[in-house]
């Protein structure tokens, strides 16, 4: 091909200099300090080297093909397939306030390069805030972060998973250990590839994490006052504008690099085998990753360490607890923008939501507890659980409607069923195994001491017998399905249920109520046709919608995940026909809803829904996933029109998700402001005098219980009953008018000897408005009129 143009010309010598990529490295100083530091730092820049150099050493294995790419003006550009990046078709000028770039949809590291003809180019700025590109930019914090904590504790320090997180900010987890550079070398020393590399098994790889997190094995955590220590060593890395570097390498390149460590070969090992591994350098810090970065640590100055807690190692053998430390990492969480003023905007942000903190305005209004004897169970108070029976009442009224049938299911299961199910094999990490006292005793104990003699043992205790307490309710549900024979004219069969449901979160995990091991679920199955699906989705995306609104929140958004490429259960066609049909749902709404080709999981695509609250953040809550899956593992059928037998397609189903997150999350969208409808205080009776109590005990009972009668009044002509309280303190008005307030009664009504003569109470609203003289007649009117109206 004959160059024609200055264009052509620049990419014919792109193609000549793209084995010369720039060297990135850390300050002279600080690299020094950290390859003096750290085995396992020299170790990877050795592999990275040797990766880079016979890269660098390819020939092309054809003549440059020209394609041509589309700029953001509509101008075509032309460019070397493979070899032009983004940053070699915008001006340095623009570049300096990229943080990414975009392909077409996609985003991208800005030197990574084209190889799509006829594909869309443009730069993300260090200011645009969609989710995309904060996730990216919060990545790429979290490289930032790791790199901080190696240069901190050098071998001492071997980093676990650092993702970004969607509800903001980053975190990475580490494995501090004392000795780490002895522990290094030897294994290091284990590694001989001259003869080829024999890549570890997973067992081994398990085998090896077990080792490492013994208990006594050395094992330390960051301490609140080293955090200053990790952040300045951010800084120092952010001011040097360290550049972040990709890297596409092969698998058994990969395990050579992060060799020194069985927790990284962990993940690099559940990376699927026929997808490229890419790792990212950070000067010397070296890890795996998908991309994409930013450009530079310097667009990560606007920084902050928000904390430091214990996390646990997830894979480890559930029913061997006492093999390894509880709690092993320690996980760091941070924040990081491109630009000073939206880290302020951030803090500004945090100072809003400390003051609606859940957790703060749980303990204020006595809504919830925590106690150390359950760790991650949550003690509803008697106001905290006024609120979530009020949700769980209009849940219930709603599944009459939609013809569901509340059904309640075991809660311990034998291991079997959850064989049967996949749990076993896919989820057991995340369940809490149960076996009987003895048994377990004599196991973790490695004694005879309660043998088959013992008159307090079973006499089948010589097998450990395994349960599984139940993580969610659709294997139950499934054992439901099958107590009958079933006929196309039963279906759509839809079971709903409450039951608690347990999760072996991590304890460094718990927060609040939003991440607990026990919680309740809106939880529901619809075992239906394929020709049903449209219809069911339909009427559950409707069931959605008012229930969204009616809890308060007015935005939300709908997402749709399609079929994998690869490995995924059931016939294309069926596929192809759920997706229309769940297209066709999404359609009906009326509302915007996005794609997320791909991303569905293996057995069926789903709809995920997520609600934005009055600060602003996303929340993860209701579900529509279809499952092709679980009817085949159970081998459920139904006979059709024609006599045959046919499996069922399941439609997993959740409108608020947990109970518990969802109390969280009105707690925090209302700042403890009850609408008068989900409100645990909906009145307080004030009175003026003490004379004045009986009248105010009269006028609480024929407001709060039904069947009660003041002065001719009947309340039970309402079929209502609220939540009224009485101040009997011996405060005067205007303190009572206070304390009423400041405890977020949505009313409070006034008694004093005027209203006693008038059977009446003067009404006064939560923002101070006085709606004046009422009767008891007139008050349940109004509340009433608010309840009906979810206000």
Request: hydrophobic fraction near 40%.
């Amino acid at each position: 091909m004959k160059p024609e143009s200055a264009a052509i010309r620049r990419c014919i010598s792109l193609w000549n200099l793209h084995c010369r990529p720039e060297k990135p490295g850390l300050r002279p100083a600080t690299l020094e300090v950290l390859r003096r530091s750290s085995a396992y730092v020299s170790h990877r820049l050795r592999i990275w080297d040797e990766c880079l150099q016979k890269q660098q050493q390819l020939q092309p294995a054809s003549e440059p093909e020209q394609i041509n790419i589309t700029l953001p003006d509509g101008r075509i550009h032309p460019a070397i397939k493979g070899v032009t990046t983004v940053s070699h078709v915008f001006r340095p000028e623009r570049l300096a306030n990229a943080i990414l770039a975009q392909v077409d949809s996609r985003l991208t590291d800005v030197t990574t390069a084209i190889l799509n003809d006829n594909c869309q180019v443009s730069l993300v700025r260090s200011d645009v805030k969609t989710p995309e590109a904060l996730m990216a930019m919060w990545h790429s914090g979290a490289h930032l972060l790791g790199a901080a904590i190696e240069l901190q504790y050098g071998d001492d320090a071997l980093l676990a998973d650092g993702p970004a997180l969607k509800s903001g900010g980053f975190y990475y987890d580490a494995l501090l250990q004392a000795g780490g550079t002895d522990r290094v070398k030897r294994r290091l020393s284990s590694l001989d590839c001259d003869n080829g590399c024999s890549l570890p098994s997973i067992q081994d790889i398990e085998r090896d994490i077990r080792r490492l997190i013994q208990p006594d094995s050395g094992i330390f955590s960051i301490k609140e006052s080293e955090l200053e220590m990790i952040s300045r060593k951010m800084a120092s890395i952010a001011e040097s504008k360290t550049p972040f570097v990709r890297l596409a390498i092969s698998r058994e390149e990969a395990f050579r690099m992060f060799w020194y460590s069985p927790l990284k070969l962990y993940f690099l090992h559940h990376i699927t085998p026929n997808d490229t591994v890419t790792v990212y350098r950070l000067g010397d810090f070296i890890d795996l990753c998908r991309g994409p970065h930013v450009q530079h640590a310097g667009q990560l100055a606007a920084f902050r360490i928000i904390s430091t807690s214990a996390a646990r190692w997830d894979s480890h053998d559930a029913t061997a607890p006492h093999q390894i430390h509880p709690q092993p990492l320690t996980r760091v969480t941070g924040i990081a923008f491109a630009q000073a003023k939206a880290l302020q905007d951030w803090e500004t942000a945090q100072a809003e939501l400390k003051k609606r903190d859940h957790r703060v305005i749980g303990k204020a209004q006595s809504l919830f507890v925590h106690h150390p004897l359950a760790p991650g169970s949550a003690f509803l108070l008697p106001h905290g659980a006024r609120i979530a029976r009020r949700v769980i009442d209009y849940i219930r009224s709603e599944y009459r409607v939609c013809g569901f049938s509340e059904v309640v299911t075991p809660l311990l299961y034998h291991k079997e069923l959850w064989e049967i199910s996949g749990h076993w094999e896919n989820y057991k990490e995340d369940m809490f195994m149960v076996a009987g006292a003895v048994e377990m005793e004599s196991r973790i104990l490695g004694s005879h001491t309660h043998d088959s003699h013992s008159p307090h043992t079973h006499s089948h205790s010589h097998a450990l017998e395994i349960h599984g307490l139940k993580p969610m309710n659709c294997p139950g549900h499934c054992l439901l399905f099958q107590t009958s024979a079933r006929s196309y004219r039963d279906l759509p069969i839809r079971f709903a249920e409450f039951s608690p449901l347990h999760r072996n979160e991590a304890s460094g995990a718990l927060t609040g109520l939003t991440r607990v091991r026990q919680f309740h679920q809106d939880d529901a199955h619809i075992f239906c046709t394929p020709s049903q699906i449209l219809s069911e989705i339909e009427s559950t995306l409707s069931l959605i919608h008012r229930t969204y609104t009616r809890l308060g929140f007015t935005s939300y958004e709908l997402s749709l995940s399609t079929r994998p490429e690869t490995n995924y259960m059931g016939d294309l066609s069926q596929w192809d026909a759920a997706e229309t049909a769940l297209k066709q749902a999404l359609v009906n709404t009326g509302r915007e809803w996005s794609l997320s080709a791909g991303n569905g999981a293996f057995y069926g695509p789903k709809i995920d829904i997520t609600l934005q609250d009055a600060l602003g953040r996303m929340h993860q809550t209701g579900t529509v996933q279809l499952d092709f899956q679980l009817p085949m593992r159970f081998d459920l059928k139904y006979q059709t029109d024609a006599g045959t037998m046919e499996t069922p397609v399941i439609v997993h189903r959740a409108v608020i998700g947990s109970v518990e997150r969802i109390l969280a999350v009105l707690t925090e969208h209302h700042a403890g402001l009850w609408p008068f409808w989900l409100s645990p205080r909906q009145a307080i009776i004030l009175p003026i005098k003490a004379d004045d109590l009986e009248y105010a005990d009269k006028v609480r009972d024929a407001l709060a219980l039904p069947d009660c009668d003041i002065g001719g009044q009947n309340a039970s002509y309402w079929h209502r009953h609220y939540f009224v309280d009485v101040d009997r303190s011996n405060n005067l008005l205007a303190k009572k008018v206070l304390n009423a307030q400041a405890a977020r009664y949505n009313f409070s009504l006034v008694v004093g000897k005027t209203e006693r003569e008038a059977g009446s109470v003067r009404v006064r609203k939560r923002g101070g408005e006085d709606l004046g003289m009422m009767s008891i007649e007139q008050v349940l009117a109004l509340f009433r009129d608010l309840e009906v109206a979810y206000k």
